[in-house]
């Protein structure tokens, strides 16, 4: 049986990566599927991909950062579904550069879409969230089980070299997390965060010359990691290996599942063990 059928789950950065991984994973155990990503092409593709395997999903695009995109996604969930069971805020990018290089711009690029963006996606279920629930309470005695998953890194619960903004960000998402667990506990909502180590997307894929490029809202960005990188995290990886999409998309579907109905608050480190 489908642990999450008649479920409604959100993700956000779903176009592609994690983010397409964590999708297709709940969407295949029964829910329906809210995809966001900036680009509405690779959105459509993946709810394209969950429809194809006999799935519902549909498409919210746009970007996180936008002062209206709060409204309009939650708005959206609910005008397709009529409720909203999980999110998962997934959306982000890595701009990185050493402290020194680090211009106000760049810095509060990762605190808006990492920390500020989350913040504000939340804010606004809030305001569906607090009156449903507490229908469901004066009526069962208890509201439904929802469920919050954040998306942190280990480089914002340990740092990392030339990643002040991104890690900063990321941590900011901790306190967010066991913050929001504990006013939301009343509405019978769970909220989690994954700290996610190497995972391989298009963040940090392999390059042997020049690094790759993407385009983020106009503005472009060095990613991947070079040959020597990655071997030095694949020898010092106690699995021997960095993660793929669907590794962390399991580790985000253990906090969706009904068997972490008692877990909140908590961080859960997806790293392989580095």
């Not at 950065?13 to 329906?32: E, F, I, Q, S, Y």
């Not at 960000?169 to 901790?174: H, I, P, Q, R, S």
Request: hydrophobic share 40%; charged share 20%.
């Amino acid at each position: 049986m489908s642990k999450l059928k008649g479920q409604i789950a959100i993700v956000t950065g779903a176009g592609r990566g994690v983010g397409r991984a964590t999708a297709m994973m709940l969407a295949k155990d029964g829910a329906c599927v809210v995809v966001n990503d900036l680009d509405p092409d690779v959105a459509a593709e993946t709810v394209s991909l969950i429809q194809q395997s006999g799935h519902e999903a549909t498409v919210v695009a746009g970007s996180v950062t936008d002062s209206d995109f709060p409204s309009l996604l939650i708005q959206g969930a609910l005008d397709a579904y009529g409720g909203i069971d999980i999110i998962v805020n997934n959306a982000g990018y890595i701009w990185n550069g050493a402290m020194h290089n680090h211009s106000d711009e760049q810095f509060q690029a990762m605190i808006d879409v990492h920390l500020s963006a989350p913040f504000r996606i939340l804010r606004e279920f809030s305001s569906w969230l607090r009156p449903q629930a507490n229908k469901e309470i004066e009526a069962d005695g208890q509201a439904r089980c929802r469920k919050v998953v954040n998306i942190s890194s280990v480089s914002g619960t340990t740092g990392s070299a030339t990643q002040i903004a991104y890690s900063a960000a990321k941590a900011g998402v901790l306190g967010l997390t066991k913050t929001l667990a504990k006013e939301w506990g009343r509405y019978n909502v769970t909220v989690n965060c994954v700290a996610f180590g190497p995972i391989d997307t298009r963040l940090t894929q392999p390059y042997s010359d020049a690094p790759p490029t993407i385009d983020v809202g106009g503005r472009e960005f060095k990613v991947g990691l070079s040959e020597r990188q990655i071997q030095g995290l694949t020898t010092t990886s106690p699995l021997g290996r960095t993660g793929k999409p669907e590794d962390a998309a399991g580790a985000v579907y253990l906090f969706c599942i009904p068997e972490s109905n008692f877990v909140t608050g908590e961080v859960l480190t997806c790293s392989g063990g580095l």
